[in-house]
C-alpha cells in the first residue's frame, strides 16, 4: 500500500470521533453465581449500567429500560449490585435506592425496591445469607451534614444500623459462617490510599455487632483496602505497611505477612477510587488468585499451595475484578489490541473464553501500541509513561519532520494509566499526533513511596514528571518539541494548567472539568475529597502563600497559549463556576479560550454524543494552533 505524505497533524482517517466514543464500552463488577456470571456492562449510546447474565453459553440483559445500575456513594460508587439466594440486589442510578430483582433460569422479575429513603445513597453491597438481608455502606445527607455508616437491609426491607462513628467505611465482609463481619474505615483527613484501619466484630444473634477490635491500621501509617475471609475462615487484607499493597493475614489479633508475597515489590491493587475492587482471592488448600501491578501493566496469576505460579492471560495488560467458581477464574481485561473484554479462564488448563466484548475496532496495521519508557526527572528520581507513535496505514509524515505531541495527565490525581487500548489515542495517533500518557510521580501502582510523592507537591512534582517527558522524547528524537500540548481531565486538568501557567513551552492545552481553583474547590466539594487539597497541597492558612502559588486562576496571566474547556452542568466536584471563572480570566488576559458545556454531564462524560463531540473539538482546536486546517 501507498502511502500519501501528509504533515503530521493533519492525517486523514476514518477512525471517527464517533467510533471511538462508541468504543469507550466498559465493564464492572463480576460476580459468580446462579450457574453462571454477572456483569455490569457501560455503554455510550445510552450512558447506562446495564446487568448482564451469562449462563450455559449464552448471555442475556437482565436490566429493563428505565433502570441504571450505578452507585453515587463518595461520588465515585462502586459495588452498585450483589447477587442474593434468589437472584440480585442492585443500586439504581437514578434514586441511589437498593432494588430486589430475581432470576428464574432465562428470566428475570421487573424490579422492586428494597429501600425507600430518599436521603440516602448505597453502595458496596454484600449479601449477608445467613439472616437474609443485605449488608451496605450508607451516605445519608441531610441539610448540614454528610454521614456515612455501615448498615444491614433485611429482604423484608427493615433497616440495621450496624457500624457509625468514623467518616468513611468500606468493605463490609462476612465469613462464611456469617458469624464475623471485616470491614475497613478511615478517619478525616485521610484518603483511603494514605491511611485506613482494618475491623473485626462478632455478629451476634440478632444481627448487631458485638464489640469491634481494630486489627491494623490505629496509627494512621498505613492504607489497608480489600478484607477478605478464606473458606476456612483465615482473614487477608491488603496493607502497604511494608512499602507495597500485599497480602497480609490475620494471626491473633493482628497482621502477619503471607510469607509467599513478601518478597514481591509491586503492589496487588490500584488506589480504591471505587468500591468493590477485588484485585485478589484465596482460594482453598492455599491457592491464591491474584492480580500485579508491574510499571503500568495489571498481570494475572495463579499461585498453587506450594508457591508455584502461573501467569494467565499474557496476551491482556490489565486484568481486574476478579471472580472464581468451581472450574473457572474470571476477570475484565483490557489489551493493546481490542477493547475492554470478560474473560473465563479454565482453571485446569488455562484456555480462556471472551464472554462479553474484545472487539478490535482496528486492524493491525492502523493500531498504535502502548511503548513503556522511564525517564529521569526531579530530585534524581525516575517517572514513568507510555508513548504512543502515530500509525496510519494510509498517511505518514513529511521528510524530515517530527509529530506533534499531546500529552496525557491522568485524573485522580492519585491514579494512573494503563498499555489498553485507548480509543481516544487511538483518535489522535491516526492524526499524526504522538501521545505521551504520564504516569507521574504522585501515580498508583508503583509502591508506596511513588505514590506519596505528590503530598505537598501537587502541581510541581506532577509537571516536572511532563516536562521531562517532553524532553525525554525529543532527545531520542520521536517528537517535534516545539509543538506539544497538554490535557487532563479533573486532577488531570489542574495539571495540564499548571503547566501551562509555569510556561513549559507547550503550544495549548485542553482541561476537561480541571480543577483551577483549589480554594474553591475545597470549599464546596463532596466529603470524600474535602480534606484531599491539605494532603496534596497544603493547610490553606498555614500554606496559603503555596495556595496562592499553586492556583492557576491567580496565575492566569502567566498563561500566554490558548488553551480549550470542557465541562459538565451537573458535574458536583468540579463546579461549572470554577471553570467559568477561569475562562473569564484568560479572556481578560486576551489569551484564546473555547469553551464547552455539557447540559447533562457530570464529573466525567458519559454519553457517546458529547464524548465524540469534545474529541473532535478538541483535535480542531489544536489543528488551527500547528498552523492551518484540516479534515477529519
Known amino acids: 500500500m501507498i502511502k500519501t505524505e501528509t504533515p503530521y497533524g493533519f492525517w486523514m482517517s476514518e477512525w471517527t470521533a464517533e467510533k471511538a ?18 456483569w455490569i456492562q457501560y455503554d455510550p449510546a445510552d450512558a447506562r449500567c446495564t446487568l448482564w447474565y451469562w449462563r450455559n453459553g449464552t448471555t442475556q440483559c437482565l436490566t429493563p429500560t428505565g433502570f441504571s445500575l450505578r452507585s453515587r456513594v463518595y461520588e465515585y460508587g462502586g459495588g452498585a449490585f450483589t447477587l442474593t439466594d434468589e437472584g440480585v440486589a442492585f443500586v439504581n442510578e437514578k434514586d441511589q435506592q437498593i432494588y430486589l430483582q430475581a432470576i428464574d433460569g432465562s428470566s428475570a422479575s421487573q424490579p422492586a425496591a428494597l429501600t425507600s429513603r430518599p436521603q440516602c445513597r448505597y453502595g458496596d453491597l454484600q449479601y449477608d445469607r445467613r439472616r437474609g438481608a443485605i449488608l451496605a455502606v450508607e451516605e445519608a445527607h441531610d441539610e448540614e451534614d454528610v454521614r456515612h455508616r455501615l448498615v444491614s437491609v433485611s429482604l423484608a426491607g427493615v433497616h440495621q444500623m450496624l457500624v457509625e462513628g468514623a467518616d468513611f467505611y468500606a468493605s463490609p465482609t462476612l465469613d462464611a459462617t456469617g458469624e464475623r463481619l471485616a470491614w475497613i474505615q478511615w478517619q478525616r483527613p485521610e484518603q483511603p490510599w494514605t491511611a485506613t484501619s482494618l475491623w473485626i466484630a462478632d455478629v ?32 487477608f487484607c491488603l496493607t502497604d505497611r511494608a512499602g507495597w499493597w500485599q497480602p497480609w493475614r490475620s494471626q491473633g489479633d493482628c497482621l502477619v505477612p503471607v510469607e509467599r508475597f513478601a518478597r514481591h515489590r509491586f503492589d496487588h491493587a490500584p488506589a480504591p477510587w471505587q468500591l468493590a475492587t477485588v484485585s485478589y482471592v484465596p482460594l482453598t488448600g492455599g491457592a491464591w488468585l491474584s492480580t500485579r501491578l508491574v510499571e503500568g501493566y495489571g498481570l494475572l496469576f495463579e499461585h498453587d499451595p506450594g508457591g508455584t505460579e502461573r501467569q494467565l492471560a499474557p496476551a491482556y495488560s490489565r486484568c481486574r475484578q476478579l471472580a472464581v467458581d468451581e472450574h473457572r477464574y474470571y476477570c475484565i481485561a483490557g489489551a493493546p489490541d481490542r477493547m475492554p473484554a470478560v474473560l473465563a479462564i479454565e482453571r485446569l488448563t488455562g484456555e480462556i473464553a471472551i464472554l462479553a466484548g474484545g472487539e478490535q475496532p482496528l486492524p493491525a496495521e492502523q493500531l498504535s501500541c502502548a511503548q513503556p519508557f522511564s525517564f529521569a526527572t526531579g530530585q534524581e528520581e525516575v517517572a514513568y509513561a507510555f508513548f504512543y507513535p502515530p500509525r496510519n496505514a494510509d498517511c505518514l509524515g513529511l521528510p524530515g519532520e517530527k509529530p506533534p505531541l499531546v500529552v496525557f495527565m491522568h485524573g485522580g490525581p492519585t491514579s494512573a494509566s494503563y498499555p489498553v487500548f485507548d480509543p481516544r489515542i487511538q483518535y489522535w495517533t491516526q492524526r499524526g499526533f ?34 521531562a517527558a517532553v524532553q525525554a522524547l525529543a532527545v531520542r528524537g520521536q517528537i517535534d518539541s516545539a509543538r506539544t500540548f497538554i490535557r487532563g481531565s479533573s486532577a488531570g486538568g489542574y495539571s495540564a494548567l499548571c503547566a501551562l501557567a509555569a510556561d513549559a513551552g507547550f503550544t495549548g492545552g485542553a482541561s476537561l472539568y480541571g480543577v483551577s481553583d483549589p480554594m474553591a474547590l475545597r470549599r464546596v466539594t463532596h466529603k470524600f475529597e474535602a480534606d484531599y487539597l491539605d494532603w496534596l497541597i497544603g493547610d490553606p492558612e498555614r500554606d496559603a502563600q503555596r495556595y496562592k502559588e499553586r492556583t492557576p486562576l491567580n496565575n492566569a496571566a502567566q498563561i500566554r497559549v490558548p488553551v480549550i474547556f470542557f465541562q459538565g452542568a451537573l458535574d458536583a466536584v468540579v463546579l461549572p463556576e470554577q471553570t467559568e471563572s477561569m475562562v473569564d480570566a484568560l479572556r481578560e488576559q486576551g489569551v484564546r479560550v473555547e469553551y464547552c458545556l455539557y447540559p447533562q454531564e457530570r464529573h466525567g462524560f458519559r454519553q457517546a454524543a458529547n464524548l465524540a463531540d469534545a474529541l473532535e473539538r478538541e483535535c480542531r482546536f489544536y489543528m488551527s494552533l500547528l498552523g492551518r486546517t484540516g479534515g477529519q
Open 21 to 38: 466514543a462508541s468504543a469507550s464500552r466498559d465493564f464492572a463488577e463480576l460476580r459468580a453465581g446462579h450457574g453462571g456470571l454477572l
Open 434 to 467: 504522538a501521545v505521551a500518557d504520564i504516569n507521574y510521580r504522585g501515580s498508583s501502582g508503583f509502591g508506596r513511596a511513588y505514590r506519596q510523592r505528590l503530598r505537598g507537591e501537587w502541581g510541581v512534582v506532577d509537571v516536572e514528571d511532563a516536562c
Open 204 to 235: 451476634l444473634t440478632d444481627g448487631q455487632l458485638g464489640p469491634a477490635v481494630c486489627m491494623a491500621g490505629s496509627d494512621d501509617s498505613e492504607s489497608l483496602q480489600q478484607p477478605r475471609f478464606a473458606s476456612n475462615g483465615d482473614l
